[in-house]
Each structure stands twice: as C-alpha cells, then as structure tokens.
C-alpha cells in the first residue's frame, strides 16, 4: 500500500514572518488531528531554515524548490545540496514547469539535478507535465514519455528508492483549471506502466505518483480516490493552513 504524500509548494511567497505565521497556523490546524499521509512544505530558500526550526518535533517535513547540480563553486545565486540538507531539509521539487517554461531547463538539467539530489540523500518530487497546446494535439504521453525517459536516464531502480514523480498538467497550474480525476488518472496508470516498462513491475507498483495542478480543498478527495494518485503538489491552496490541511484530511 502506497502512503499518500502531500506537499506545499510556496513558490514565492512569504517572508520570514508570514513562513513563522503560516507554519503556526498549520500546526494548530494539525492539532489532534491523525494523518495517513506524509506531508511536507517547501518555502523560498531564504525561511527554509526558519522553517526547519518550527517543524522539529512535528510530523512536517521540509523541502526545498530547487537546487542546483554542482556541488559547490562558482555559481552566483544557485543552492547545493549539501546546504539543503545542512538546513533540514529531505525533500526537494525538481522539473517543475515554471524552472523549464521561465528558466529554460531542459530534461538534461533535471537529469542532472536529480543524480545531485539522491547522491546527497535528499528525495527528489521529479515533476512532469504537457502544455495546454500539447494536450489539444493530443501528444500527452509522448511528451510525459520523453520528460520521464530523459529525465531518468542512466539511473537504476535501486538509486530511484526515494524518487517521487509529480504530474502537473502544465494549463492547470495556478489557473483554477484542473485535470478531470479521469483525466489525471489515465496519466498517472500511463507513468506507472511507462515507469514498468524501464526499470520493473515491483518498482513501478511501489513508487509515489502525486497529482499537481489547482488542487483545492474541494477537488482533493476525487482526485486522491484515483488508483494511481498517490498524493497532491499543492501550489496557491498550500497558502492558507485550513486548505492545505483539509487536502491533508482528504488522503
């Protein structure tokens, strides 16, 4: 049985006292509450380390979204992984649409990225998604196809243990559009048998294979209840601490 993993993805919001607020609300929402789900929260670099602070003790786990695939040197503005990990965190969001669309990183990039993250120890989300114009040409898989094989290339199933794969309909992002629960499934039972196909059916059957794309309080039950969703990449809902944990509730 695969555990549901949920996990907030701030982007660039909040600074250090909205994170304090935010992750304080969050924890009184959690409060007598029991989760059968994993959760985890990715702030801007900058609170990650304030965040880690509020989340000791507590069930949250922190995660970073991004980190670059040097180790260390000179490349102004970028984040090792090894500062990740020295701050706390264990997860990291890596191939989300708007690091290809806006910072142009191509599947080689995220390959790389990824073999940084799991060398150190740090779980990758390894998120994949077609556009709005690739889903009317009716190229969905081809494109889910070529990110997950590019993406994963040269790896074997054993250093992929801690991998999550994060499908993030590109046109529903941040739009108030989302996949229909079908919709989401058909892609997400296409991943799984892709995912079979190269490394092994045992494999496949084990790995986390979230949902991201205007999942709200509201859809989060349908789309959790899909076979293949094994959790949610929640963007603007992660925002208000009753939305992110009613998304929580729903796994």
């Given amino acids: 049985m695969r555990k549901k993993v949920i996990a907030g993805n701030w982007k660039m919001n909040n600074g250090i006292s909205e994170t304090v607020g ?3 609300e969050i924890k009184k929402e959690m409060s007598g509450k029991n989760f059968n789900c994993e959760m985890i929260i990715c702030p801007p670099f900058v609170n ?7 989340l000791k003790d507590t069930v949250l786990k922190l ?4 980190v670059y695939f040097e180790e260390s040197g000179a490349f102004t503005g970028e984040i090792s992984a090894a500062m990740l990990k ?5 997860y990291v969001i890596l191939g989300h649409s708007e690091r290809r669309t806006i910072f142009g990183e191509s599947d080689q990039v995220v390959n790389k990225k990824l073999k940084t993250a799991l060398k150190n120890g740090l ?3 390894f998120c994949v998604g ?3 114009e690739e889903r009317e040409k009716g190229i969905t898989f081809k494109i889910i196809e070529a990110q997950i094989r590019n993406g994963l290339n040269s790896f074997t199933e054993s250093e992929l243990e801690n991998l ?6 590109v046109w529903a992002i941040g739009t108030g559009r989302n996949a229909t629960p079908q919709q989401a499934q058909d892609v997400h039972l296409f991943i799984r048998e892709l995912i ?5 059916a045992g494999y496949a059957a084990r790995l986390i294979i979230q949902y991201g794309g205007s999942v709200k309080a509201d859809n989060a039950i349908e789309l959790l209840s899909q076979a293949d969703i094994d959790g949610a990449l929640v963007g603007g809902a992660c925002l208000k601490a009753d939305s992110f944990i009613k998304i929580a509730e729903a796994s």
């Fill in 123 to 125: 779980k990758p989300i």
């Fill in 130 to 132: 077609e556009t709005l």
């Fill in 86 to 90: 020295g701050v706390g965190c264990e």
């Fill in 196 to 200: 079979g196909k190269m490394f092994s």
């Fill in 63 to 66: 995660g970073a979204q991004n």
């Fill in 164 to 169: 999550i794969i994060a499908y993030e309909p």
């Fill in 48 to 54: 990650l380390e304030t965040a880690g602070a509020l």
């Fill in 22 to 24: 935010l992750i304080s």
